[in-house]
């Protein structure tokens, strides 16, 4: 019943209201005082796109405190606050972007269409949820998920250590080679998200045979201002919710400072027809930043702090091989228990610490000299189901120390010649606690050396052409110290090959050193090309190497939280990948069309495929090897935008990958089946900015996988029984349908206030997703309805 009188509520609003109607005015230029056509002027849900003589106006605003966002292809975005109490006026003159060529230079970024980028107002949306989640909200990005609370991006079918997550202008180090190990990070820190499909993002690294995903904080302007917000979150499915904030205050002299804090509390989550049992979620984040914005220098420094406690479903891990085959084959969960909010075993507890330091200095002729600092710790800890003595202790205890410096230096060699070049280096020490777990470690301790040179550069032709490209060179030196069982070290056939990494020996196991160095160069060129005020024509070649990460050498072992044995090979060699992309782009005031197919060619491709299931002390696990073959993927993303009636939108995107296993002629493992999604919105801002919409979601069958069943003998009346383990097979394609709204309202002289109300699954539909890890053992999410509150002062 509450759920009826809050929907009631939301769509007939409070009619005693009397509506605002500000309306802001003005013109875009450049420094010459040209005007920019196609300027986009967004507020909250209002927006406008100057004419050809550089005018806008937007109308319908409320009496409130606004944040106000100018943007323009290749300039420098402007984002102030403006007090509504009338009308206002805001001519801009907005400057070349030199001081983020990675919106321009590096990225596949598309004139006029913002696909690619997730602002403010949808990040919110998913305050409660994670980064994986909402990246899904670009098209050709879908998510690696292990139950329903560890979120992976996938961009063109590539997931894990290709691809790169960029947090405040830090790379994130978390032990991001699981797949079952979600970004360490707080999405509520981000004012912007952006991605860049492809190897353009050389300035971070050579190794995104992926993409990069590039996460920018909330802008702070040089003038005497303090704003924040608070967003509350609360949903049926998990009995739980959510709670941020956020406070941020300028000063005209250039100092600034912000601070931010999440807690996050959900209980187990229920499919339709029973309850996830051991799926709960606990967040405890923060962070903060200090910094000064001068006329020819500046500074800034930022913490984040990350904790996380992450239930695994206890479904996953099972007593005996025949319930193990019985739950892979038949789909039915083992294990159901009543709804609680305890987090027992299995389950991750995570914690991350991020800080940097950030110095710039301006010169002459636009160019610009930045420096940084940073240092990361990641604690890992995952808990197996064990009894006796051991049973509160971790299965997993990793330490992970990442210390990096960066030089960069940018500027204007002409007006037609943008170019930015730059040098890093980087020590990495993982330290694995072997005597808190008694367990032998699945990563064992390495250092880790790092050093990397890049050079990019941005050439105007004239004001229909540009060509950008890039090289850059790296070099990483790996250090290990590991035991292996004498048995598993002859098994992997290691003798002959690696016996000079043998320095001693202890019982049944040798102590060894593995130490591997790599050299990789990389590089990207691209045009664009302006065939009219409404076409635009992006090519780009990029060539990447990534080198294997430490889980693709030396795991050896079980994996506690994934409920898997994981072999790695010290073989492995790195992958080399060569991508070709092309993407055309019309765009007029009413419809947007994105079309974006891509061909990559990738060396020594490495999979994670299922060979067998061993039983051990601790129970059936299937086991995973990690393997190399050539591969080639093939693809196309599409973003469709309509306004098909007065109020009234339609956006839809679609994805599809084609991997192909060309050393083996078959299909590669964990492909993103096809996928569209389409919605339908009505928005009417005098009506307290009324924000109604239905979303379609549909995933079809992946009707292209390898086939890695195999047999295992199961006793059956005392005799074993050869039986075949159906681990292979995907589930099948779903359809889900969303609801969303919302409404804002002015609560104080200035400040908003902004009620959403939405419904996840709306039909309750019973489904498993191919990329889902426990799709073997239940069901995925049921219904949910969220209620959220955000209040802007």
């Given at each position: 019943?509450?759920?009826?009188?809050?929907?009631?509520?939301?769509?007939?609003?409070?009619?005693?209201?009397?509506?605002?109607?500000?309306?802001?005015?003005?013109?875009?230029?450049?420094?010459?005082?040209?005007?920019?056509?196609?300027?986009?002027?967004?507020?909250?849900?209002?927006?406008?796109?100057?004419?050809?003589?550089?005018?806008?106006?937007?109308?319908?605003?409320?009496?409130?405190?606004?944040?106000?966002?100018?943007?323009?292809?290749?300039?420098?975005?402007?984002?102030?606050?403006?007090?509504?109490?009338?009308?206002?006026?805001?001519?801009?003159?907005?400057?070349?972007?030199?001081?983020?060529?990675?919106?321009?230079?590096?990225?596949?970024?598309?004139?006029?269409?913002?696909a690619q980028e997730i602002k403010t107002a949808t990040i919110e949306k998913y305050?409660?949820?994670?980064?994986?989640?909402?990246?899904?909200?670009?098209?050709?990005?879908?998510?690696?998920?292990?139950?329903?609370?560890?979120?992976?991006?996938?961009?063109?079918?590539?997931?894990?250590?290709?691809?790169?997550?960029?947090?405040?202008?830090?790379?994130?180090?978390?032990?991001?080679?699981?797949?079952?190990?979600?970004?360490?990070?707080?999405?509520?820190?981000?004012?912007?998200?952006?991605?860049?499909?492809?190897?353009?993002?050389?300035?971070?690294?050579?190794?995104?045979?992926?993409?990069?995903?590039?996460?920018?904080?909330?802008?702070?302007?040089?003038?005497?201002?303090?704003?924040?917000?608070?967003?509350?979150?609360?949903?049926?499915?998990?009995?739980?919710?959510?709670?941020?904030?956020?406070?941020?205050?300028?000063?005209?002299?250039?100092?600034?400072?912000?601070?931010?804090?999440?807690?996050?509390?959900?209980?187990?989550?229920?499919?339709?027809?029973?309850?996830?049992?051991?799926?709960?979620?606990?967040?405890?984040?923060?962070?903060?930043?200090?910094?000064?914005?001068?006329?020819?220098?500046?500074?800034?420094?930022?913490?984040?702090?990350?904790?996380?406690?992450?239930?695994?479903?206890?479904?996953?891990?099972?007593?005996?091989?025949?319930?193990?085959?019985?739950?892979?084959?038949?789909?039915?969960?083992?294990?159901?228990?009543?709804?609680?909010?305890?987090?027992?075993?299995?389950?991750?507890?995570?914690?991350?610490?991020?800080?940097?330091?950030?110095?710039?200095?301006?010169?002459?002729?636009?160019?610009?000299?930045?420096?940084?600092?940073?240092?990361?710790?990641?604690?890992?800890?995952?808990?197996?189901?064990?009894?006796?003595?051991?049973?509160?202790?971790?299965?997993?205890?990793?330490?992970?120390?990442?210390?990096?410096?960066?030089?960069?230096?940018?500027?204007?060699?002409?007006?037609?010649?943008?170019?930015?070049?730059?040098?890093?280096?980087?020590?990495?020490?993982?330290?694995?606690?072997?005597?808190?777990?008694?367990?032998?470690?699945?990563?064992?301790?390495?250092?880790?050396?790092?050093?990397?040179?890049?050079?990019?550069?941005?050439?105007?032709?004239?004001?229909?052409?540009?060509?950008?490209?890039?090289?850059?060179?790296?070099f990483s030196h790996i250090d290990a110290k590991k035991y292996y069982l004498k048995?598993?070290?002859?098994?992997?056939?290691?003798?002959?090959?690696?016996?000079?990494?043998?320095?001693?020996?202890?019982?049944?196991?040798?102590?060894?050193?593995?130490?591997?160095?790599?050299?990789?160069?990389?590089?990207?060129?691209?045009?664009?090309?302006?065939?009219?005020?409404?076409?635009?024509?992006?090519?780009?070649?990029?060539?990447?190497?990534?080198?294997?990460?430490?889980?693709?050498?030396?795991?050896?072992?079980?994996?506690?939280?994934?409920?898997?044995?994981?072999?790695?090979?010290?073989?492995?060699?790195?992958?080399?990948?060569?991508?070709?992309?092309?993407?055309?782009?019309?765009?007029?005031?009413?419809?947007?069309?994105?079309?974006?197919?891509?061909?990559?060619?990738?060396?020594?491709?490495?999979?994670?495929?299922?060979?067998?299931?061993?039983?051990?002390?601790?129970?059936?696990?299937?086991?995973?090897?990690?393997?190399?073959?050539?591969?080639?993927?093939?693809?196309?993303?599409?973003?469709?935008?309509?306004?098909?009636?007065?109020?009234?939108?339609?956006?839809?995107?679609?994805?599809?990958?084609?991997?192909?296993?060309?050393?083996?002629?078959?299909?590669?493992?964990?492909?993103?089946?096809?996928?569209?999604?389409?919605?339908?919105?009505?928005?009417?801002?005098?009506?307290?900015?009324?924000?109604?919409?239905?979303?379609?979601?549909?995933?079809?069958?992946?009707?292209?996988?390898?086939?890695?069943?195999?047999?295992?003998?199961?006793?059956?009346?005392?005799?074993?029984?050869?039986?075949?383990?159906?681990?292979?097979?995907?589930?099948?394609?779903?359809?889900?349908?969303?609801?969303?709204?919302?409404?804002?309202?002015?609560?104080?002289?200035?400040?908003?206030?902004?009620?959403?109300?939405?419904?996840?699954?709306?039909?309750?539909?019973?489904?498993?997703?191919?990329?889902?890890?426990?799709?073997?053992?239940?069901?995925?999410?049921?219904?949910?309805?969220?209620?959220?509150?955000?209040?802007?002062?």
């Amino acid at each position: 019943m509450r759920y009826i009188l809050l929907f009631a509520f939301l769509f007939i609003g409070n009619q005693s209201l009397v509506y605002s109607q500000n309306s802001l005015s003005g013109r875009i230029t450049n420094e010459k005082n040209q005007p920019l056509a196609g300027s986009h002027v967004h507020i909250s849900t209002y927006f406008a796109n100057t004419d050809e003589s550089g005018n806008f106006v937007i109308k319908g605003l409320p009496n409130a405190r606004l944040q106000v966002f100018v943007e323009y292809l290749g300039y420098k975005t402007l984002d102030t606050i403006l007090d509504f109490q009338g009308n206002k006026t805001l001519n801009v003159s907005l400057k070349p972007d030199v001081s983020q060529l990675q919106e321009v230079v590096l990225k596949e970024t598309y004139a006029k269409n913002k696909a690619q980028e997730i602002k403010t107002a949808t990040i919110e949306k998913y305050s409660s949820e994670s980064l994986g989640d909402a990246l899904k909200e670009i098209s050709g990005v879908s998510s690696l998920k292990t139950g329903n609370t560890i979120v992976k991006p996938i961009i063109n079918g590539l997931h894990s250590s290709r691809v790169l997550i960029i947090n405040n202008n830090v790379r994130l180090e978390d032990q991001q080679w699981g797949t079952e190990h979600a970004p360490n990070m707080d999405v509520n820190t981000a004012g912007k998200i952006s991605v860049i499909k492809g190897a353009n993002g050389l300035q971070f690294g050579g190794d995104a045979i992926g993409g990069t995903v590039v996460i920018d904080p909330p802008h702070i302007p040089v003038k005497d201002t303090i704003f924040g917000k608070t967003i509350l979150n609360a949903q049926s499915n998990g009995r739980g919710g959510s709670v941020t904030s956020s406070l941020f205050k300028g000063y005209e002299s250039g100092w600034n400072w912000n601070l931010q804090g999440t807690f996050k509390y959900l209980g187990e989550f229920q499919s339709p027809d029973y309850v996830l049992s051991n799926t709960g979620n606990r967040e405890r984040n923060l962070s903060g930043s200090l910094g000064y914005k001068g006329e020819n220098q500046g500074f800034n420094f930022f913490y984040s702090y990350f904790n996380a406690d992450i239930a695994i479903l206890r479904a996953s891990h099972i007593s005996s091989t025949s319930d193990l085959i019985r739950a892979i084959n038949s789909g039915e969960p083992q294990y159901i228990s009543d709804f609680t909010y305890d987090i027992d075993a299995p389950k991750q507890q995570l914690q991350h610490h991020l800080g940097k330091i950030n110095y710039y200095k301006l010169f002459s002729n636009d160019r610009k000299l930045s420096l940084q600092y940073s240092f990361q710790f990641n604690n890992r800890l995952e808990f197996d189901l064990r009894r006796g003595d051991d049973k509160d202790k971790p299965s997993l205890d990793l330490d992970l120390k990442t210390h990096t410096v960066n030089a960069d230096f940018e500027g204007n060699y002409s007006e037609k010649f943008k170019y930015k070049f730059g040098i890093n280096g980087g020590y990495q020490n993982n330290f694995a606690d072997t005597e808190n777990t008694n367990v032998r470690a699945l990563i064992p301790n390495y250092d880790k050396f790092d050093a990397g040179v890049y050079a990019i550069g941005n050439y105007v032709f004239n004001d229909k052409l540009s060509l950008e490209t890039g090289i850059r060179y790296d070099f990483s030196h790996i250090d290990a110290k590991k035991y292996y069982l004498k048995t598993r070290w002859t098994e992997r056939d290691y003798d002959d090959e690696f016996s000079q990494f043998i320095i001693g020996e202890e019982g049944q196991q040798w102590y060894t050193n593995p130490v591997f160095s790599y050299h990789n160069f990389s590089g990207s060129a691209g045009t664009n090309y302006e065939i009219n005020e409404k076409l635009n024509w992006i090519t780009n070649i990029s060539l990447t190497s990534r080198n294997p990460n430490p889980a693709e050498l030396f795991s050896d072992g079980l994996h506690h939280s994934t409920g898997q044995i994981e072999l790695g090979d010290l073989r492995l060699k790195r992958e080399v990948a060569t991508k070709f992309s092309t993407a055309l782009n019309y765009n007029t005031s009413k419809f947007a069309l994105e079309i974006n197919p891509y061909a990559n060619f990738i060396n020594d491709f490495k999979v994670l495929i299922p060979t067998t299931i061993i039983l051990s002390n601790r129970g059936p696990f299937p086991v995973w090897e990690y393997r190399q073959v050539d591969a080639r993927l093939l693809g196309i993303d599409v973003t469709a935008d309509y306004d098909f009636a007065k109020n009234l939108n339609w956006h839809s995107t679609a994805a599809y990958v084609h991997g192909e296993d060309l050393t083996n002629n078959s299909a590669l493992i964990d492909m993103p089946p096809f996928n569209f999604n389409n919605t339908v919105s009505f928005k009417k801002a005098n009506w307290n900015n009324l924000i109604l919409s239905l979303k379609n979601e549909t995933v079809l069958t992946q009707k292209r996988y390898p086939n890695n069943d195999f047999y295992v003998d199961v006793l059956d009346t005392g005799e074993p029984v050869s039986t075949l383990v159906e681990i292979s097979k995907p589930p099948k394609g779903y359809s889900l349908l969303h609801f969303n709204s919302e409404m804002s309202f002015d609560v104080f002289e200035k400040s908003k206030m902004t009620l959403g109300f939405n419904i996840q699954n709306l039909l309750n539909t019973n489904y498993r997703d191919y990329l889902n890890r426990t799709r073997y053992y239940a069901d995925d999410l049921g219904r949910n309805f969220r209620v959220q509150l955000k209040l802007n002062y």
